[in-house]
């Protein structure tokens, strides 16, 4: 059972685009949602994260909204470069004590055209 | 600090055979964890260690075994190795369950 439901699987936008890739979460119990951002051979690295006590967090280019009632998140990038070409996870998990794991959704390969 | 280290980058192993995957971290933190990495699946749990001495199954624990002796190093066992565990390996750690997990660069395994 996928409790993270990520989309699209892979995503093509021209240089200064504003690619947004969507989540969707089963557990209404989840209280914490961060995105990861991965390039080819290396690990996968935090990008930014919000919890749902608020509806958007930006850091940079980067912008995450959050509809608690629609159970969905989402990243935004904006004026995206070719420098940002990598796989994006979006990732949720719950924050009480006993309660670490991380569920991942299953990436989102973007590609920024010159 | 050198973050999350894993050792070795690369290997290959015939069906049957055993080795370990190695993961350090010297970073103190309590939260350990691995994950597989397959085209079109994502990132999966294996096992995570919330300290020295515990240790839990993920997603997909079978055929692999863990250990936590030291808070540094979580080593990750395969038993009897079989060609479904060709994949890409990824050892994590974290200062809490819902900090920021800090990746290592992976060991990617074929097994033939």
New interface residues.
């Given amino acids: 059972q996928q409790q993270v439901k990520q989309s699209p699987q892979s995503l093509i936008v021209q240089k200064g685009g504003i690619p947004i890739i969507n989540c969707a979460y089963e557990n209404t119990a989840f209280d914490y949602f961060p995105w990861y951002q991965q390039f080819p051979g290396k690990g996968p690295a935090l990008l930014i994260a919000i919890r749902p006590d608020v509806s958007e967090k930006k850091e940079g280019r980067f912008t995450i909204s959050f509809n608690k009632s629609a159970k969905q998140f989402s990243l935004h990038i904006m004026d995206s470069q070719p420098g940002d070409s990598a796989t994006y996870f979006c990732a949720a998990s719950l924050s009480g004590a006993g309660s670490y794991q991380l569920t991942f959704g299953k990436g989102t390969k973007l590609s920024v055209i010159p | 600090n050198a973050g999350?280290t894993q050792t070795p980058k690369f290997q290959v192993l015939k069906t049957g055979q055993s080795m370990t995957l190695q993961c350090a971290q010297d970073m103190n933190h309590e939260?350990m964890?691995w994950?597989r990495q397959d085209p079109?699946?994502?990132?999966?749990?294996i096992h995570?260690s919330?300290g020295a001495g515990i240790t839990d199954q993920?997603e997909v624990p079978n055929g692999y075994n863990v250990s936590r002796s030291t808070t540094e190093d979580f080593p990750l066992r395969l038993l009897s190795a079989a060609p479904s565990q060709t994949s890409v390996y990824?050892c994590?750690s974290s200062r809490?369950?819902?900090d920021?997990?800090?990746?290592?660069?992976?060991t990617r395994l074929t097994v033939l």
């Fill in positions: 999350v939260y964890s994950y079109g699946m994502g990132l999966r749990l995570y919330v993920g990824f994590a809490t369950g819902t920021t997990q800090y990746f290592g660069p992976g």
